[in-house]
């Protein structure tokens, strides 16, 4: 496709429960970001991937999260043992990404996934 | 992390013209000023970057004073359609984006 595809875009998990979240980037993009959205705030950085390698996981609230990227391409985010406040919309970047000055990349946004945790 | 300040909100009529205006005191030399927009159920969009002075493309143009500590979005005409939160930020040698509260812009008929 032409741009960043999520799936699922909606997730209802009970509390305790296992969610995994998986993004499309746009082919060709090296580096891939996973943002966290609580409602009325501005995205928070989770995770960080230049091709397979995880390169910045500062960002992941808790040991509960993991996320992947084995092939460079797709991406899955994992949460083990959801919580309350885990309930937010998961955004998912890619970017070129290449050369040094790499965060002057635009970064293109798929639609995320509203996770609601009961 | 950089921290930039941005109204929470503003609103405008049809056909005007928008300045949304962001301080950004500790900028770093190598930081770009990015603007995205968010609409609902969305995730953000590039809107415009620059380094310095003035920059445009076909939907917004930059203005960035001499000394970098601030900035301004102007929307030309702005219609319903803009309405949508606006984020500044910076990009530089840190990979990820910083986003802040953004402002919600509310176009008026």
């Known amino acids: 496709g032409a741009g960043v595809s999520q799936s699922p875009r909606y997730k209802v998990a009970k509390r305790g429960q296992d969610v995994a979240l998986r993004c499309d980037p746009i082919?060709?993009?090296?580096?891939l970001f996973w943002y966290q959205q609580a409602l009325g705030q501005g995205p928070e950085f989770l995770t960080y991937?230049?091709?397979?390698?995880?390169?910045?996981k500062s960002g992941l609230p808790s040991d509960r999260f993991f996320a992947e990227r084995p092939e460079g391409s797709v991406s899955t985010l994992k949460i083990q043992r959801t919580q309350q406040e885990d309930s937010a919309v998961y955004l998912c970047?890619?970017?070129?990404?290449?050369?040094?000055?790499?965060?002057?990349?635009?970064?293109?946004f798929g639609p995320g996934t509203r996770l609601t945790v009961l | 992390l950089a921290k930039t300040t941005q109204p929470i909100s503003m609103d405008s009529y049809e056909g005007q013209e928008v300045n949304i205006t962001c301080s950004h005191n500790?900028?770093?030399?190598?930081?770009?000023i990015t603007w995205y927009q968010q609409f609902p159920s969305q995730g953000p969009r590039f809107i415009i970057q620059?380094?310095?002075t003035k920059v445009t493309n076909e939907v917004a143009s930059l203005f960035i004073p001499a000394d970098r500590k601030s900035s301004t979005l102007s929307l030309p005409r702005v219609s319903l359609s803009d309405t949508a939160v606006y984020y500044c930020?910076?990009?530089?040698?840190?990979?990820?984006?910083?986003f802040g509260s953004g402002t919600q812009l509310t176009v008026l008929p």
């Open positions: 991937f230049q091709n397979e390698a995880q390169l910045d």
């Open positions: 082919s060709g993009h090296v580096s």
């Open positions: 930020l910076f990009s530089g040698s840190a990979r990820q984006l910083t």
């Open positions: 620059g380094y310095k």
């Open positions: 970047a890619s970017s070129l990404g290449r050369g040094r000055d790499r965060g002057h990349n635009e970064q293109f």
């Open positions: 500790n900028i770093a030399t190598n930081d770009y």
